[in-house]
Every structure is written in structure tokens, then in C-alpha cells.
């Protein structure tokens, strides 16, 4: 199965040998970057960039060991280094007042007279998060789309939704934190999205 892959990587052919790679090891590694990490959303990212680690490594391979372990041993270091920065990162707590403070007060800023200075506070937020985390931020609490609806409106999973707006509502209270336009805990809770705080 591996002959081709090596064949090409003796005559330093490393483009060749990278598509077949990917084609054969793509799903594989992905699937241990998922078992390993148990985030989804995580795992495609640390995904790509292991394909990129091993297409930088190609030129080194010595033959060893069979393309598949070589492979196996990258995504499973890649994973392991992941998982010791995440348990070196602060967490924030599902519960903190801040973060439900911020997300809560978004759709009433919506709302707000724009002549107060408040209405573009919420277009100024949103426009400093990531094109995927703005279009959940929007469907989710602007929109009032569960879950479910969220992930068929963008094609995802339903895992991948909750990550996708655990990390955006973390964003968010970052990038609220920096404005020195007045806080969000002026403005009062917005009743309709009481209920998605935090995740379930």
C-alpha cells in the first residue's frame, strides 16, 4: 500500500508523494486528532496543520519505519503538544458572570438608538471575530436558531456548533473588555437568550 508513497520519495518526487499521503492518511489523522483532543472544530484545525508538518518533513524521511507509522508518530506528537498547552491555558468558567454578561447584552445593543453611540458597539464586536464564529454568534442569538439549526443552516456538526460558540462568546468578552465605549452591563438582559448561556 505503501510502495507507491516511498517509490516517489526515492526519486524526490514530494508533491506526488504528498497527494497520496493526504489521500490515504487525510481521514486517519483526523479521527486520531479527534479521539485524542475530543473537540471536532479542534481536531480539523490540528489536522491541517499536521498535513503541513509532514509535507515539510518528506525531504527527511529515511525509511526507518513504514510511512504509516512515521505518520502516526507526527499526528500523535502534534496531538500530545496540544493537549499540554490547552491544560497550560486559563479556562473560562461556563458559569463566569462576565461571559454570560457580554453575550446576553449583544442582542439588546441591537436595539439600542444608534444616536447614543451604542448601536454600532455590537457591529464593532462582531466585526473583529473570525468569519465562522461571527456567522453562529449571528444564527444563534440574533436569529434564535437552536442547535440544531445552526449546524444544518452552516453544515456542521452539532458538536461543532457549541464549540464553535463556546469560543466565540470567549472572543467576544475579550474583545468587549478592550472597547472604551461604555460596558455592556449598561444595557439590560435580553430575556429570549437567557436560556443558552453556557453550553450544555
Known sequence: MEDDIRQ???QREYQAAFERVLERFR???????CSMLRDESQA???????????WKGLPSYQGQASVSTWIYTISRNACLTELKKRAQRP???LQDPALEEVVDALP??????P???LGADVQTLLAQLPERYR??????YFEQKAYEEVAERLAIPLGTVKTLLFRAKKQLLKIARRLPTPTLASHPPNPLTAH???LP
Open 8 to 10: 516517489h520519495l526515492e
Open 135 to 140: 456567522q453562529v454568534i449571528t444564527l444563534f
Open 44 to 54: 480539523e484545525d490540528l489536522t491541517q496543520d499536521i498535513f503541513v508538518r509532514i
Open 27 to 33: 481521514d486517519k489523522v483526523f479521527r486520531l486528532a
Open 108 to 113: 439588546a445593543m441591537q436595539t439600542v438608538d
Open 91 to 93: 479556562t473560562v468558567s
Open 196 to 198: 443558552a448561556y453556557g
Open 115 to 117: 444616536e447614543g453611540g
